[in-house]
């Protein structure tokens, strides 16, 4: 078991560029989630995927936003025409999904955006 | 919809003194809680977690926390600080929906203050 990892740690851009960010789960498990977390503020779920599906979203997730689990692996987060609003701090989670009760999630250290 | 308050931004305690961080949360079930540990350039870390049973609860690094259903409140505790645990602390509900998203619904976190 080697945690969720989370690449870039860190990303600068400029306002109107694309980025991209990547998120590899523990190995085993089946969901997949995506959070923000701004400055001062509790991390805010934004996406959830459970396998490739993405089965929810939330209206914090604008349509610049789109989050992909091509095969129920690893999962990318992608930024259209970053807007200085962006900056954050992302978060990716991943838990063992049973069907059973509360899955426990397991964060990742994040990847930090900083838009100019 | 579920929500977490946690009334205080800043906690300073003395190294050695006791600690409780307040946490009140409003769902409509069952809750499941969580206590989270933020450090900086460190991910999420969960201290302790209620899903049902004793309403008293033991986590890693000698924290406790206690669920008051009564006071909707789920407070974190601990008897002794050591200046390692200076962090950010957040306190989370949980929403099982039955084989969906296990969605987390954050506080906007406790930033705790060692003083020597």
């Known amino acids: 078991d080697t945690g969720v990892s989370q690449d870039p740690r860190h990303k600068i851009t400029k306002r109107g560029q694309n980025v991209t960010f990547r998120c590899d789960p523990i190995?085993?498990?089946?969901?997949l989630y995506w959070y923000r977390q701004t400055l001062g503020q509790g991390p805010e779920f934004l996406t959830y995927?459970?396998?490739?599906?993405?089965?929810?979203k939330s209206r914090l997730l604008s349509d610049r936003f789109s989050a992909e689990r091509p095969k129920g692996s690893f999962s990318t987060l992608e930024i259209q025409r970053t807007e200085q609003g962006d900056s954050a701090m992302y978060l990716c989670?991943?838990?063992?999904?049973?069907?059973?009760?509360?899955?426990?999630?397991?964060f990742g250290p994040g990847t930090r955006l900083t838009v100019l | 919809a579920q929500s977490v308050t946690q009334p205080d931004i800043h906690i300073t305690v003395s190294e050695g003194a006791s600690l409780e961080l307040r946490c009140n949360y409003s769902?409509?079930?069952?809750?499941?809680l969580f206590w989270y540990v933020q450090s900086p350039g460190q991910g999420l870390q969960l201290l302790l977690k209620?899903?049902?049973?004793?309403?008293l609860v033991q986590g890693i690094k000698g924290f406790e926390a206690e669920f008051k259903r009564s006071q909707s409140s789920f407070n974190l505790r601990k008897p002794s600080v050591h200046w390692s645990d200076a962090a950010e602390y957040f306190c989370?509900?949980?929403?099982?929906?039955?084989?969906?998203?296990?969605?987390?619904?954050f506080g906007k976190g406790t930033h705790l203050i060692i003083q020597p």
């Open positions: 989670a991943s838990s063992l999904g049973t069907g059973k009760g509360f899955n426990e999630q397991f």
């Open positions: 190995s085993e498990h089946n969901r």
């Open positions: 995927f459970q396998n490739e599906a993405q089965l929810e």
């Open positions: 769902y409509g079930a069952t809750p499941y």
């Open positions: 209620y899903f049902s049973g004793d309403t």
């Open positions: 989370a509900v949980g929403a099982y929906s039955g084989g969906g998203a296990d969605g987390l619904t």
